[in-house]
């Protein structure tokens, strides 16, 4: 089974600022198979990104994806207050299981 | 509006049994995948099982295999989740998920919407 590592485990920023989430498949991902999902507490998760670097709809384009073969990333190009939340990245190719990474979570500095 | 409404949740023994529901609007039901997702309190995310558009073709995690069954019924846009035999460790908030394609394996996938989760408890 392909095993996705995240890091940071935490990123404290303050909003306004840069974030940038990576996520390290334990062997190579095709990238149409990579995508990044967003919790806050309470809720469900939500698709942000997915083929690595395609905006779901409804997502602003602060939100953008990159990557290729082993090590993909997440970046949130000015923080809103709204964003504070955990990240997680996730892959689903063409044979099971779908694997999750464990997840960043942003917060407030 | 894609929605998805999860049910079925609730407190169970060791060895027991439950069968979660989620029945979906706002979409044509028969042409997903559907999937079960479940987060642990406090832990990230599981995939726990997937059933193709025309439900003839199931997919397990190994943690589940043997003793959850997934299956829907398009008649009623409702997909199913069986658990039997369950375990202290199956405790958790299940997520129904709506895949991108009709086929559950194959470029592209992905979950893009979902339920609000119901919570299953497994204590004796």
């Known amino acids: 089974d392909i095993v996705l590592t995240q890091s940071p485990g935490t990123l404290s920023l303050s909003p306004g600022e840069r974030a940038t989430l990576s996520c390290r498949a334990s062997q190579s991902v095709s990238s149409n198979s990579l995508a990044w999902y967003q919790q806050k507490p309470g809720q469900a998760p939500r698709l942000l990104i997915y083929?690595?670097?395609s905006r779901a709809t409804g997502i602003p384009d602060r939100f953008s994806g990159s990557g290729s073969g082993t090590d993909f990333t997440l970046t949130v190009s000015r923080l809103e207050p709204e964003d504070f939340a955990v990240y997680y990245c996730q892959q689903y190719g063409t044979s099971p299981p779908v694997t999750f990474g464990p997840g960043t979570k942003v917060d407030m500095k | 509006e894609v929605q998805l409404v999860e049910s079925g949740g609730g407190l169970e023994q060791p060895g027991g049994s439950l069968r979660l529901s989620c029945t979906a609007s706002g979409f044509t039901f028969n042409i997903y995948a559907m999937t079960w997702v479940r987060q642990a309190p406090g832990k990230g995310l599981e995939w726990v099982s997937s059933v193709g558009g025309g439900g003839r073709t199931t997919y397990y995690a190994d943690s589940v295999k043997g003793r959850f069954i997934i299956s829907r019924d398009n008649s009623k846009k409702t997909v199913y989740l069986q658990m039997n035999s369950l375990r202290a460790e199956d405790t958790a908030i299940y997520y129904c998920?709506?895949?991108?394609?009709?086929?559950?394996?194959?470029?592209?996938?992905?979950?893009?919407?979902w339920g609000q989760g119901t919570l299953v408890t497994v204590s004796s």
């Open positions: 998920g709506k895949s991108s394609h009709d086929y559950v394996w194959g470029p592209d996938r992905h979950f893009d919407s």
């Open positions: 083929a690595a670097s």
